[in-house]
């Protein structure tokens, strides 16, 4: 459908009450075989969830206008806990806004607040983090994204239409000091960093 094809991030249909124009079994039609960025996102996430080891510990963190966090800290990946996390993700709507920087922060913040010997959020940390109970501390981030960093401390102009070279500029500088201090925090707390992007998203900030 052309939605898709032009990059909608979802779709949304309204049923006039005489049904002239769009029946309910259009709906389940439309359902089968519009995929949207988030439908994909959504998709890829649920299967990694259901595919994680027992053993693991896992959280979620969305990040639109707000940032939120499906549990306060990581939780064991056994089956009432995957499907609750299913649950979540079937739930999650579209957003106009990405947090970027927000949602690295609340998932760093775990491992950070993890530790016994965590600083203090006005201090910057001087050496690896190494005290505390390591089982509730994240080891690994998975970053998936479909767009840019339009919310948050780290954040473009707000652009109508194309951006204009000074705009790609600024966001461009804005992003990389966004990088610095993510990839700081992520070697203090020895977390692995992986970014997976889905349709138009800004690949120079994931490469990083």
């Known amino acids: 459908m052309l939605v898709e094809l032009a990059g909608a991030d979802g779709v949304v249909v309204h049923l006039r009450e ?11 039609l439309f359902k089968e075989i519009i995929k ?32 939120n966090a499906w549990t306060e800290g990581v939780v064991e990946a056994d089956e009432k806990n995957k499907k609750e996390a299913v649950k979540y993700l079937e ?3 579209g957003a106009s806004q990405t947090n970027i920087y927000g949602a690295f922060d609340k998932a760093l913040s775990i491992t ?11 201090k910057k940390p001087k050496g690896p983090i190494t005290g505390g109970p390591e089982d509730l501390a994240v080891d690994t981030i998975y970053y998936l994204t479909d767009g840019y960093a339009t919310e948050g401390k780290f954040q473009g102009p707000k652009v109508r239409g ?6 790609a500029d600024q966001y461009r500088v804005e992003m990389d000091a966004m990088c610095v ?24 900030t994931l490469d990083k």
């Open 18 to 28: 005489d049904r002239r124009h769009i029946q309910e079994r259009d709906l389940r």
């Open 36 to 67: 949207t960025k988030l439908d994909l996102a959504r998709a890829e996430l649920i299967r990694t969830v259901e595919g994680l080891d027992p053993r693991t510990k896992f959280t979620i963190v969305t990040c639109a206008s707000a940032v």
């Open 162 to 167: 194309k951006a204009t070279q000074e705009q």
């Open 91 to 93: 739930g999650l709507k």
């Open 112 to 122: 950070e607040n993890a530790y016994a010997d965590s600083p203090k959020k006005d």
């Open 181 to 204: 201090e993510i990839l700081e925090r992520a070697e203090v707390g020895a977390i692995r960093i992986h970014t997976i992007g889905i349709g138009q998203h800004d690949f120079k």
